[in-house]
T-cell receptor, first 113, second 114 residues
Framework: GNSVTQMEGPVTLSEEAFLTINCTYT??????LFWYVQYPGEGLQLLLKATKADDKGSNKGFEATYRKETTSFHLEKGSVQVSDSAVYFCALGPSGGSYIPTFGRGTSLIVHP | DTGVSQDPRHKITKRGQNVTFRCDPI?????LYWYRQTLGQGPEFLTYFQNEAQLEKSRLLSDRFSAERPKGSFSTLEIQRTEQGDSAMYLC????????????FGPGTRLTVL
């Protein structure tokens, strides 16, 4: 079945630092790829997505590129803010005839002023 | 668009009791998912509906769990004879096919089994 591996957290950064959160996957077929974010006390919400190889998803200064050759979808941001502190989940859409989306275990980001 | 809503937001119950949770998806969304999330983990798939049809159910799901979506709108998730290991956040999400599978999540129901 499909699986997602995310880097362990927490990731602790100072404001304006560069962020990378690694995500690699195994999948049957060619699923869409997603990053969801969960702010404290809130539900998951879509941050960005990419639907095919070499697509770049972007939103709120975050970016991730669908890399089929390395089966990766790393999340990056050039300059983080305190308000970016949250848990970030990498996810695969359904593929290979299954209806089941697959989520990583999440990476907590803590940004200090 | 009022978003996905879930009720109740919190439920505390004693071991052995039955509980039922409700999810109201975004009105035009025909796909509905239930997940379970425990501390430090990502959402774990439980079951999936397309309209009123339950098309997929996790093999990990005990037969104490059942879900319905009788008219293709709201859905209920029932857990019978609850166990302490059922304590978790139960998430509902909906999506509109064929919009590249983006899911819209509700705030979740936190279940505590004493």
């Amino acid at each position: 079945g499909n699986s997602v591996t995310q880097m362990e957290g927490p990731v602790t950064l100072s404001e304006e630092a560069f962020l990378t959160i690694n995500c690699t996957y195994t999948a049957t077929g060619y699923p869409s790829l997603f990053w969801y974010v969960q702010y404290p006390g809130e539900g998951l919400q879509l941050l960005l997505k990419a639907t095919k190889a070499d697509d770049k998803g972007s939103n709120k200064g975050f970016e991730a590129t669908y890399r089929k050759e390395t089966t990766s979808f790393h999340l990056e941001k050039g300059s983080v803010q305190v308000s970016d502190s949250a848990v970030y989940f990498c996810a695969l859409g359904p593929s290979g005839g299954s209806y089941i989306p697959t989520f990583g275990r999440g990476t907590s980001l803590i940004v200090h002023p | 668009d009022t978003g996905v809503s879930q009720d109740p937001r919190h439920k505390i119950t004693k071991r052995g009791q039955n509980v039922t949770f409700r999810c109201d998806p975004i009105s035009e969304h025909n796909r509905l998912y239930w997940y379970r999330q425990t501390l430090g983990q990502g959402p774990e798939f439980l079951t999936y509906f397309q309209n009123e049809a339950q098309l997929e159910k996790s093999r990990l799901l005990s037969d104490r769990f059942s879900a319905e979506r009788p008219k293709g709108s709201f859905s209920t998730l029932e857990i019978q004879r609850t166990e302490q290991g059922d304590s978790a956040m139960y998430l509902c999400a909906s999506s509109l096919t064929p919009a590249a599978d983006t899911q819209y999540f509700g705030p979740g129901t936190r279940l505590t089994v004493l």
